[in-house]
């Protein structure tokens, strides 16, 4: 259920628990909570990358959230508007005092790029902690397995196979695993 959107992370009240999706411009972190949630429109979905401006909260149960946040790297949008992304993002993910896990959600046929690896950097730097969701892997020749996709990203992203998660939210395939992983740490 769709709980809010903010600009101002502090004005959030406090929560028990949030999974927070970040990743670039574009790379369909609507469209994975749309898949993930089993509904068509809870999240905005747009293909001109920069829609999502603000912080949007949905509510899994009592003060259980999703949080999904602007996007970095390409977007249309003003130098300004963009620097006022960044200090979301940072309100949401280093000032909030919670238990959250990010998960950064990477374009599987594209690959990581500099960005994603910059964000991990940035949420090792402060001890947070993250998992990474392949996207769009209906898009990846299927002669590359989910095995090998899941390797790869492992070792780029310095992590174990275990926090990489294979999805393609145009096709709603792989959420089982995800969907697993999430409740597990709702109920932790």
């Known amino acids: 259920v769709f709980f809010r959107a903010t600009a101002e992370a502090d004005s959030l009240p406090k929560s028990v628990a949030e999974i927070i999706f970040s990743g670039r411009s574009n790379v369909g972190k609507s469209s994975v909570i749309n898949a993930l949630c089993s509904q068509k429109n809870l999240a905005r979905i747009s293909k001109t990358p920069g829609r999502t401006r603000s912080i ?59 960005l994603d690896f910059d964000m991990a950097k940035w949420l090792k730097e402060y001890n947070i902690s993250f998992k990474i969701i392949a996207n769009k892997c209906d898009k990846v020749p299927q002669t590359v397995s989910e ?32 969907k697993t992983d999430i409740l597990k740490f709702f109920n932790s």
């Open 56 to 114: 949007n909260v949905y509510s899994v149960s009592l003060r259980k959230w999703i949080i999904d946040l602007p996007g970095y790297g390409f977007a249309r949008v003003s130098l300004r508007e963009k620097e006022l992304w960044n200090k979301m993002m940072e309100e949401c993910i280093i000032k909030r005092k919670s238990n959250k896990t990010v998960y950064i959600i990477v374009d599987a046929f594209v690959g990581p790029t500099e």
């Open 147 to 178: 095995d090998e996709i899941q390797s790869k990203a492992a070792e780029c992203f310095d992590t174990d196979k275990s926090n990489i998660f294979t999805v393609s939210a145009k096709k709603r395939n792989g959420f089982n695993k995800l």
